[in-house]
């Protein structure tokens, strides 16, 4: 049989073949797809198939051939030379301009240093215009700028408009005692040192205004003060000021009595503050304003201090209004009112003081019914219990009322037990008044309560000076 002229290389990639080479070991080109040669004979024509080369017909068009020395390694199939396209040659290098290098300092320059210039690009289709960023501005810097972030929020404690100023609180730091000053005091309120209570908010008070001052103190053996008061002043129908105080005193063996006396003083004041500028009396105002506060004390008690002898909260109360030349005194309980007429250059001289309540007590009654002379009466240990008082276990509400028309000037003292105790005269009270209440109410009501600490402070202690007649550039308005 005629056998094929052996082909010495491969046409594909120019490898030496062997013999018995069926496949190109580089390109796995077959070798019975490479051209024919001449036959033997010399004569052209296309090449016989020679029966003994078996030719092996790839299951799928894609999978190249593997050759049978390198069973495992797939070759990438012959690129043919037409389908290659050309590549462009990088366009050249722009040399950097001449010159020296720009500096940039970030400390002092504020936009960065322009950026080099780049090669021009091709020419490509026409698109919507872009703005080009300022000359020297940094193309990062043109980008639009976000929110700015939040500021975090400051600490408290560091704004000092927000910054909790008060004293620190019992339980957290030592509070030095504000009696001694050696010690500190407890949990308890008192002082771990000399042992006393430390000062409340109501234990000692002062209020003036232009026509009236007022001053309230613990006294010295008391742990609360069970005394309050109020001041104020109004305008009557024509014009003319009103000067007003109620003082309270809380019953010490009824249950709260400091609400007692606080709740009835606010309440007989702003019935006043309501009732005289709409041109009631004097002494219906009044009369009208202890009922007021009456009903303000029996609002406290709770449904089993109502009855009778259940110990409901309870006070007593005095009351001074001065206006139009008039003095209007009303008064349930124990608590009293004083005249002190004070000689002032130019004005007539001072008269007789005068007590201008009377106490509604066991004492009282005593000498009312001629039993004991007032002396004997104060002397016995049941002088100070009261027989009327505000208060929802009263049995009766009724308010006392008076009414006067002093001829010359002087101050209306206005005061607890824990003073007049210590001055129960009208002469005694005189005595202790300065003889410049009148221009300077709130001295005196200092110097009345001093009396009062000073002579043994047994009770709480308040007092209310009220100069007469009112001076008009002197009153203020509540």
């Not at 082909?7 to 190109?24: K, Q």
């Not at 040399?95 to 210039?117: E, I, N, Q, V």
């Not at 000062?199 to 001053?215: I, K, M, S």
């Not at 007032?374 to 208060?391: C, F, K, P, S, V």
Request: with cysteine; proline share 14%.
């Amino acid at each position: 049989m005629p056998q094929l002229d052996q082909v010495s290389a491969c046409p594909g990639c120019g490898e030496p073949l062997e013999e018995d080479d069926r496949f190109c070991g580089v390109c796995g080109t077959a070798r019975h797809a490479m051209p024919a040669v001449a036959r033997a004979d010399g004569s052209d024509g296309p090449a016989v198939d020679d029966p003994t080369v078996a030719v092996r017909t790839p299951t799928q068009p894609d999978q190249p051939l593997r050759t049978p020395t390198e069973p495992d390694f797939t070759l990438p199939p012959p690129q043919s030379a037409a389908a290659a396209e050309p590549i462009a040659p990088p366009p050249p290098l722009q040399p950097p301009a001449a010159g020296p290098l720009p500096t940039f300092d970030p400390r002092t320059s504020p936009a960065a240093p322009p950026p080099p210039s780049a090669p021009p690009a091709p020419p490509g289709p026409p698109g919507p215009p872009q703005p080009s960023p300022a000359s020297g501005s940094d193309p990062r810097a043109a980008a639009p700028a976000g929110p700015a972030p939040a500021a975090p929020p400051s600490s408290p404690g560091q704004d000092p408009r927000t910054r909790d100023s008060r004293p620190p609180g019992r339980g957290t730091h030592p509070v030095p005692c504000a009696v001694c000053g050696n010690g500190y005091v407890d949990t308890d309120g008192y002082c771990e040192e000399c042992g006393r209570a430390q000062p409340g908010e109501r234990d000692h008070v002062e209020r003036a205004l232009g026509g009236v001052a007022a001053v309230s103190d613990l006294g010295l053996r008391h742990h609360r003060n069970e005394d309050a008061f109020t001041v104020s002043a109004t305008a009557l129908p024509d014009g003319s000021p009103a000067v007003i105080a109620v003082v309270c005193d809380g019953v010490s063996s009824s249950s709260r009595p400091d609400e007692a006396s606080a709740a009835a003083a606010e309440a007989a004041q702003e019935y006043l503050l309501q009732a005289l500028p709409r041109g009631v009396s004097g002494q219906q105002a009044m009369h009208d304003a202890l009922l007021s506060a009456a009903h303000a004390v029996a609002d406290l008690a709770d449904e089993s201090e109502r009855a009778h002898g259940r110990n409901a909260p309870a006070c007593t109360i005095v009351s001074a209004v001065t206006a139009s030349g008039t003095l209007t005194i009303g008064w349930i309980g124990d608590s009293r009112a004083y005249w002190v007429p004070i000689a002032i250059d130019g004005g007539p001289g001072a008269g007789a003081p005068a007590r201008l309540t009377e106490d509604d007590s066991w004492a009282a009654q005593m000498v009312a019914a001629g039993l004991l002379s007032e002396a004997e009466a104060m002397a016995d240990h049941r002088a100070h219990a009261i027989t009327a008082w505000l208060g929802a276990d009263a049995q009766e509400i009724e308010p006392h009322t008076a009414s006067f028309k002093p001829d010359r000037p002087g101050v209306v003292i206005v005061c607890t037990d824990g003073l007049w105790n210590y001055a129960e005269s009208a002469d005694q009270m005189a005595r202790l008044v300065s003889s410049e209440a009148h221009a300077a109410p709130l001295p005196s009501a200092r110097q009345l309560v001093q009396h009062a600490l000073d002579s043994g402070g047994h009770d709480n202690v308040t007092v209310a000076v009220i100069p007469f007649p009112v001076a008009t550039d002197r009153a203020g308005t509540a």
